[in-house]
């Protein structure tokens, strides 16, 4: 069984460049009035406190969210979004990718939430009870039954705790895999930055598929405490919409020193 579970990372500074370049896409997509498709394959609970006990036990939002957040403009679609739901439960919530896309997204657009940890399931069905249909199984498997989706139109977060290592061997096929199945679908995968490198050859077989409008953005930071692996955050994105080069330029500001 999984053990991964993301209270303990909520809001550090990986999520706060994710979920700016997942909302800026967003904002773009939603802009057409025409419906969308969102699908998350590894959703978590969609909802974290950040005075939680195991938040506060690693404390990494106090270099992520709470250090980054007044570097972006109000008007950014994340921000938008952190707002809106901070209003909703409170300020010191947290909202995962999920709780962003469906802020942002309207009425007549569908989302497919898939979460294989039970524990987080069960707080993701609750948080997400009428605002998604949200799948108990592997990631992957739900995103191959739904795609293509209906609305074709869309976008699919891969967000993987990299728990399993054998991920990063695996991405890349079921990327392509994906893709030919859902040609117009935009697919952004969040990877980490990590010491130890195991990230390249993923994105040397990413590079190597040469997919269309393919998009990579990187930004770097301190490890969130001693010891700690992860120096960076990453997107890949497939099909990326028009503007997401410039939101990424805009997201770079954010993590200036």
């Given amino acids: 069984m999984l053990s991964y579970q993301h209270i303990y990372h909520a809001g550090n500074a990986a999520d706060v460049h994710k979920h700016a370049l997942l909302a800026a896409m967003l904002g773009y997509l939603t802009r057409k009035d025409k419906p969308l498709s969102y699908l998350e394959t590894h959703s978590g609970r969609g909802l974290y406190m950040l005075d939680a006990a195991e938040a506060l036990k690693t404390g990494e939002a106090a270099s ?114 994906l893709h030919r199945k859902w040609n117009v679908g935009v697919i952004a995968l969040w990877y980490p930055l990590l010491t130890n490198g195991a990230h390249g050859p993923m994105l040397a077989a990413l590079d190597a598929q040469n997919l ?13 405490r001693e010891g700690h692996g992860m120096i960076g955050s990453g997107m890949f994105i497939v099909n990326a919409p028009y503007g997401t080069a410039d939101a990424a330029k805009d997201t770079d500001k954010a993590f200036t020193r």
């Fill in 212 to 224: 269309p409008n393919a998009l990579r953005h990187e930004v770097h930071f301190p490890p969130a």
């Fill in 64 to 177: 992520g969210v709470i250090a980054l957040q007044n570097k972006l403009a109000k008007t950014h679609p994340y921000i938008e979004a952190l707002t809106d739901i901070r209003a909703q439960y409170g300020p010191q919530a947290y909202p995962g990718s999920p709780l962003i896309a469906s802020t942002l997204l309207r009425k007549g657009d569908r989302l497919h939430l898939a979460e294989l940890h039970p524990q987080e399931y069960a707080a993701l069905a609750q948080t997400m009870l009428h605002k998604a249909k949200c799948h108990p199984e592997d990631g992957f498997e739900m995103a191959h039954k739904v795609a293509p989706p209906e609305p074709r139109r869309g976008l699919m977060l891969i967000d993987p705790s990299y728990e399993i290592k054998s991920d990063y061997e695996l991405i890349p096929t079921q990327i392509a895999k």
